[in-house]
């Protein structure tokens, strides 16, 4: 057998070598198109070269023909295409090549040939990259950026299911009193309910930090990074009276992280090193990290927080304006934090003395973030994937119940853009609060405080409440748009990437220009008249002659795409000269199916769409794509233009080949990204674009769609 690092197998002795065995993992953040693209091109240019591929995606359907040991242990290399964490553990001892995905769409020749003299990749070292990866073809995220995005993509649903819980728990089993606040009875249903949702707010720091080390030191790091989570919000560890929160779990990840990953550069023995990574590296990080933690980190966080409450005792007697707005900044900063808990506890501490107008300005501040946060994905959705967007939904729900913790996952992600929203419109908040002598009996936040009666001047709490909110949602968007205009204006230069939001499907083609370009020119050379001629997929005959022939038979035998393109939803040519013409010209053959509500909805959800982003994948295609109610099932429609249409592509091409593809809300999930998925890799085959091209009515065209499943 060959070594794992050694030169390509020539066989046992006979004449004929053996075959160059090479794996491959494509991925990209959210999944979609460039995932199958990229894992089509390379799958088509190991064919050409001779060469066995097999190829994993980790797209947003799940992981799909997933490498296992054997296949691990035949192969020669192993190129991974991805602009998001993929686990390099499984290939230590083999050739290992990483790049951005964009690299696999464009120049998988390249990768192909730059394997095979990869550096081995060892356990406790990262794999090359080949120079050239990027972001989808752009500048390539940082590893602090990545492992950022992996803590906060496993804290949501730890967020989300503990928020709502506790939410729910509130709404239906609480009740307010004067000492307690809003209060559940003990030994009550909710308040098992309460207590499972209590759980899941508490692992939601150690999950953030925990999978922030693991991304940046694999394994070994999971543990340290968890710990020290746990550690930065349990305040009762080093003499708080409020853990460090997620801003705490920020820190300890990344310090975990990079110990781990300064470990394992140590050299041990031989013997020691299979131990290392399960037994000695977490264990001594752990120490390390907890006690750091514990005996120099943990003791300022405490200090600060007595301080900051001596401060506020001091203002007790000063304007109720500036008293305001500096709780609500406290209360919007750290969301369940020191800072945030200072400023609660000291409001919550006065309502025993009589004073109840401090509480109700920070009660007021309190919903502000999630409320803030959730009406910002409403009102500038593109600027949001489609997680983020469902997150959105369940914070605005946390902020009714006054569960600021809702708002952690968009201030994780991006806190130099949300964090100082949130401190904005918490600000105003209190500010407003403080100025109308809105008082709150209880030591509890949000409008439902005031709908259980414990909160005085209601109709000023919920003003301030709404003006807090508008600003962190408008403040938010605006930043948030600045920061992308931002990005984008850095990236899009020669050989750059259309940014990728949530079902984008957009690629960038490298070339030089020309009114032949490069694409052009490399389709005329893959599928010239001989070398590419169209096939029947029944017959094996030319499509050019023989497509009509045998229609037929394969349109009435087969469900193109589950049922969704049908004959009634194809047109041979369509007349339009521009996107929007051909989106609403397609609009109207969905609607033929009698599936298509409100025409003109469907039209404006789409139109929406291409603003986020060209849907023109380039090599003349375009698939826009629209999720709404105007659909009461999923449909597709496809069309071709003679012409060409002007789509934006980055290659400069026109689309002539375009599908339309519409679904309700409530299959916005997985039937949405696996047509997607489906027609994004099937369109990379030239032939299959060739016999698409060449078929001579609609019947012919779904015998060549029927090809897709």
Same mark, same amino acid.
């Given at each position: 057998?060959?070594?794992?690092?050694?030169?390509?197998?020539?066989?046992?002795?006979?004449?004929?070598?053996?075959?160059?065995?090479?794996?491959?993992?494509?991925?990209?953040?959210?999944?979609?198109?460039?995932?199958?693209?990229?894992?089509?091109?390379?799958?088509?240019?190991?064919?050409?070269?001779?060469?066995?591929?097999?190829?994993?995606?980790?797209?947003?359907?799940?992981?799909?023909?997933?490498?296992?040991?054997?296949?691990?242990?035949?192969?020669?290399?192993?190129? &991974?295409?991805?602009?998001?964490?993929?686990?390099?553990?499984?290939?230590?001892?083999?050739? =290992?090549?990483?790049?951005?995905?964009?690299?696999?769409?464009?120049?998988?020749?390249?990768?192909?040939?730059?394997?095979?003299?990869?550096?081995?990749?060892?356990?406790?070292?990262?794999?090359?990259?080949?120079?050239?990866?990027?972001?989808?073809?752009?500048?390539?995220?940082?590893?602090?950026?990545?492992?950022?995005?992996?803590?906060?993509?496993?804290?949501?649903?730890?967020? =989300?299911?503990?928020?709502?819980?506790?939410?729910?728990?509130?709404?239906?089993?609480?009740?307010?009193?004067?000492?307690?606040?809003?209060?559940?009875?003990?030994?009550?249903?909710?308040?098992?309910?309460?207590?499972?949702? &209590?759980?899941?707010?508490?692992?939601?720091?150690?999950?953030?930090?925990?999978?922030?080390?693991?991304?940046?030191?694999?394994?070994?790091?999971? =543990?340290?990074?968890?710990?020290? !989570?746990?550690?930065?919000?349990?305040?009762?560890?080093?003499?708080?009276?409020?853990?460090?929160?997620?801003?705490?779990?920020?820190?300890?990840?990344?310090?975990?992280?990079?110990?781990?990953?300064?470990?394992?550069?140590?050299?041990?023995?031989?013997?020691?090193?299979?131990?290392?990574?399960?037994?000695?590296?977490?264990?001594?990080?752990?120490?390390?990290?907890?006690?750091?933690?514990?005996?120099?980190?943990?003791?300022?966080?405490?200090?600060?927080?007595?301080?900051?409450?001596?401060?506020?005792?001091?203002?007790?007697?000063?304007?109720?304006?500036?008293?305001?707005?500096?709780?609500?900044?406290?209360?919007?900063?750290?969301?369940?934090?020191? *800072?945030?808990?200072?400023?609660?506890?000291?409001?919550?501490?006065?309502?025993?003395?009589?004073?109840?107008?401090?509480?109700?300005?920070?009660?007021?501040?309190?919903?502000?973030?999630?409320?803030?946060?959730?009406?910002?994905?409403?009102?500038?959705?593109?600027?949001?994937?489609?997680?983020?967007?469902?997150? !959105?939904?369940?914070?605005?729900?946390?902020?009714?119940?006054?569960?600021?913790?809702?708002?952690?996952?968009?201030?994780?992600?991006?806190?130099?853009?949300?964090?100082?929203?949130?401190?904005?419109?918490?600000?105003?908040?209190?500010?407003?609060?403080?100025?109308?002598?809105?008082?709150?009996?209880?030591?509890?936040?949000?409008?439902?405080?005031?709908?259980?009666?414990?909160?005085?001047? *209601?109709?000023?709490?919920?003003?301030?409440?709404?003006?807090?909110?508008?600003?962190?949602?408008?403040?938010?968007?605006?930043?948030?748009? *600045?920061?992308?205009?931002?990005?984008?204006?850095?990236?899009?230069?020669?050989?750059?990437?259309?940014?990728?939001?949530?079902?984008?499907?957009?690629?960038? =083609?490298?070339?030089?220009?020309?009114?032949? !370009?490069?694409?052009?020119?490399?389709?005329?050379?893959?599928?010239?008249?001989?070398?590419?001629?169209?096939?029947?997929? &029944?017959?094996?005959?030319?499509?050019?002659?023989?497509?009509?022939?045998?229609?037929?038979?394969?349109?009435?035998?087969?469900?193109?795409?589950?049922?969704?393109?049908?004959?009634?939803?194809?047109?041979?040519?369509?007349?339009?000269?521009?996107?929007?013409?051909?989106?609403?010209?397609?609009?109207?053959?969905?609607?033929?199916?009698?599936?298509?509500?409100? &025409?003109?909805?469907?039209?404006?959800?789409?139109?929406?769409?291409?603003?986020?982003?060209?849907?023109?994948?380039?090599?003349?295609?375009?698939?826009?794509?629209?999720?709404?109610?105007?659909?009461?099932?999923?449909? *597709?429609?496809?069309?071709?233009?003679?012409?060409?249409?002007?789509?934006?592509?980055?290659?400069?091409?026109?689309?002539?080949?375009?599908?339309?593809?519409?679904?309700?809300?409530?299959?916005?999930?997985?039937?949405?990204?696996?047509?997607?998925?489906?027609?994004?890799?099937?369109?990379?085959?030239?032939?299959?674009?060739?016999?698409?091209?060449?078929?001579?009515?609609?019947?012919?065209?779904?015998?060549?769609?029927?090809?897709?499943?």
């Amino acid at each position: 057998m060959t070594s794992p690092a050694g030169p390509p197998p020539t066989g046992d002795g006979g004449d004929e070598p053996q075959r160059l065995k090479l794996l491959a993992v494509t991925a990209c953040p959210t999944g979609i198109a460039h995932t199958y693209m990229a894992a089509e091109k390379l799958s088509q240019a190991a064919e050409r070269l001779g060469i066995d591929m097999k190829v994993e995606t980790q797209g947003s359907i799940g992981a799909e023909n997933v490498l296992d040991d054997n296949d691990v242990r035949a192969a020669d290399g192993i190129i &991974v295409a991805a602009d998001k964490d993929v686990d390099l553990g499984r290939f230590a001892g083999k050739r =290992v090549i990483t790049v951005g995905v964009a690299e696999g769409i464009h120049h998988p020749e390249r990768l192909i040939e730059q394997v095979r003299s990869a550096p081995v990749h060892t356990a406790d070292g990262p794999a090359p990259t080949s120079g050239k990866g990027g972001s989808g073809g752009g500048k390539e995220r940082s590893l602090p950026y990545k492992a950022l995005m992996n803590g906060v993509s496993y804290m949501i649903p730890f967020v =989300v299911v503990g928020g709502l819980l506790i939410a729910i728990s509130l709404s239906l089993g609480g009740h307010t009193d004067p000492s307690g606040g809003l209060v559940i009875p003990k030994d009550s249903f909710w308040m098992d309910v309460n207590n499972i949702g &209590v759980i899941g707010f508490t692992l939601m720091v150690p999950i953030l930090s925990g999978y922030i080390a693991y991304a940046i030191g694999d394994r070994p790091a999971l =543990v340290p990074g968890m710990i020290g !989570g746990w550690i930065a919000n349990t305040g009762a560890l080093y003499d708080s009276k409020s853990g460090a929160g997620f801003i705490g779990a920020i820190v300890t990840g990344f310090l975990a992280g990079y110990l781990v990953l300064w470990i394992k550069k140590v050299k041990v023995p031989k013997f020691a090193q299979p131990i290392m990574p399960i037994i000695v590296i977490p264990i001594v990080a752990t120490t390390a990290l907890g006690l750091f933690f514990i005996y120099v980190i943990g003791k300022p966080i405490s200090w600060v927080f007595e301080h900051l409450t001596s401060w506020l005792s001091g203002m007790t007697g000063t304007s109720a304006v500036l008293l305001g707005a500096i709780l609500g900044l406290m209360i919007a900063f750290d969301m369940g934090g020191p *800072v945030n808990k200072t400023a609660f506890l000291f409001g919550s501490g006065l309502i025993a003395t009589g004073n109840q107008t401090v509480m109700g300005m920070c009660a007021a501040a309190i919903p502000v973030m999630p409320l803030g946060q959730g009406v910002a994905t409403l009102i500038r959705r593109r600027l949001y994937t489609e997680q983020e967007r469902e997150t !959105g939904l369940a914070s605005l729900f946390m902020g009714c119940f006054g569960i600021s913790e809702g708002a952690i996952p968009f201030a994780a992600a991006r806190p130099a853009q949300v964090i100082p929203a949130n401190m904005l419109g918490g600000a105003v908040a209190g500010a407003v609060a403080g100025l109308a002598g809105v008082s709150d009996a209880v030591p509890h936040g949000g409008p439902i405080v005031a709908v259980l009666g414990a909160v005085g001047g *209601v109709p000023m709490f919920f003003v301030a409440v709404a003006i807090g909110t508008a600003v962190t949602a408008l403040t938010t968007v605006t930043l948030v748009d *600045v920061s992308e205009r931002r990005r984008r204006g850095e990236v899009l230069i020669p050989s750059a990437r259309t940014p990728e939001p949530a079902l984008a499907a957009a690629v960038a =083609v490298p070339g030089t220009g020309g009114a032949t !370009g490069p694409v052009r020119a490399g389709l005329a050379k893959e599928s010239g008249p001989t070398a590419g001629a169209p096939v029947s997929p &029944v017959s094996g005959e030319s499509a050019a002659a023989g497509v009509g022939s045998t229609a037929t038979a394969v349109a009435d035998e087969a469900e193109v795409l589950s049922g969704y393109v049908t004959e009634e939803t194809v047109k041979v040519r369509l007349a339009a000269e521009d996107k929007e013409s051909a989106i609403r010209e397609m609009a109207g053959l969905l609607a033929a199916t009698g599936k298509v509500r409100d &025409v003109e909805e469907l039209v404006r959800t789409a139109l929406r769409r291409e603003e986020q982003g060209t849907t023109g994948l380039g090599e003349e295609i375009a698939i826009p794509h629209a999720k709404t109610d105007a659909v009461s099932a999923p449909v *597709v429609a496809f069309a071709r233009s003679d012409a060409g249409i002007e789509w934006g592509s980055l290659d400069g091409t026109r689309a002539r080949l375009v599908f339309m593809i519409a679904v309700p809300e409530a299959a916005a999930g997985d039937e949405h990204l696996r047509i997607l998925a489906l027609l994004s890799r099937k369109l990379m085959d030239p032939a299959f674009r060739e016999r698409l091209t060449a078929a001579a009515d609609a019947r012919a065209i779904l015998a060549v769609l029927s090809e897709i499943e």
